[in-house]
């Protein structure tokens, strides 16, 4: 079984700084993914960023980048010069590598990003 | 990308009836998931839609309240049988994309409120 883990109910953060969102998994599985997703006010799910767990570089998408520690479980999300239209709900997930399996989410980080 | 819509994309329904949600991929994929976000929660899994069997489903969701139907490699239902205010959510659908398994999509969602 899967846990992802978000600690961080609500983040502020100022306009154009960098944010880093939490968050730390458990599994018994070699081979997965994790993925963030940023739900904004109008509930849609937008994928943001994946890193596989045998993946040696950390993925970069734009302003995403993730920060895997795979000894730590650790994949925390940054996010570089903030912008207004970043606040939204973000939620790490993440599920095994062994075909068509399903994603498994934590609880969400509520971000303000403020003017 | 794959492109997922869903419909409707909002209703207000009466305790005791029935809604069918429909997903429409614009591509064949092999599974499809269906989730659950209640007001203020993450997503749950509610089930994993195959096409050609019976959908698999997760502990706390039965077929008799979800049926779910998969008639082909782009389409899916799933019914909220005689709902009840504590069904009031967000309900979306989820597919791998076939062209980057790392990928995974979500559709609109559809925001079902029932009085």
């Known amino acids: 079984a899967q846990k992802i883990t978000q600690t961080q109910p609500g983040m502020f953060v100022q306009e154009k700084e960098a944010v880093t969102l939490d968050c730390t998994y458990d599994t018994s599985d070699q081979s997965y993914g994790l993925f963030w997703y940023k739900q904004p006010s109008s509930g849609e799910m937008i994928f943001l960023i994946y890193?596989?767990?045998?993946?040696?570089q950390n993925a970069t998408e734009g302003r995403y980048s993730l920060n895997f520690q795979k000894a730590r479980k650790s994949a925390n999300l940054v996010i570089s010069a903030s912008q207004l239209g970043d606040s939204a709900m973000y939620f790490c997930?993440?599920?095994?590598?062994?075909?068509?399996?399903?994603?498994?989410f934590g609880k969400g980080t509520r971000l303000s990003v403020i003017a | 990308s794959a492109v997922i819509s869903q419909k409707p994309s909002r209703d207000i329904c009466q305790r005791g009836t029935s809604l069918t949600i429909q997903c429409q991929v614009d591509?064949?994929?092999?599974?499809m998931f269906w989730y659950r976000q209640q007001p203020g929660q993450s997503l749950t899994l509610i089930a994993t839609a195959n096409q050609g069997s019976e959908a698999t489903y997760e502990s706390g969701f039965v077929i008799d309240k979800f049926p779910i139907s998969r008639p082909n490699l782009t389409f899916s239902t799933l019914t909220v049988s005689n709902m009840s205010p504590e069904d009031s959510s967000i309900y979306l659908c989820?597919?791998?994309?076939?062209?980057?398994?790392?990928?995974?999509?979500f559709g609109p969602g559809t925001r079902l409120t029932v009085l």
């Open positions: 591509s064949q994929v092999t599974m």
């Open positions: 890193q596989g767990s045998y993946d040696e």
């Open positions: 989820s597919v791998e994309d076939p062209r980057d398994t790392n990928e995974q999509f």
């Open positions: 997930a993440m599920r095994a590598n062994s075909g068509n399996t399903p994603l498994v």
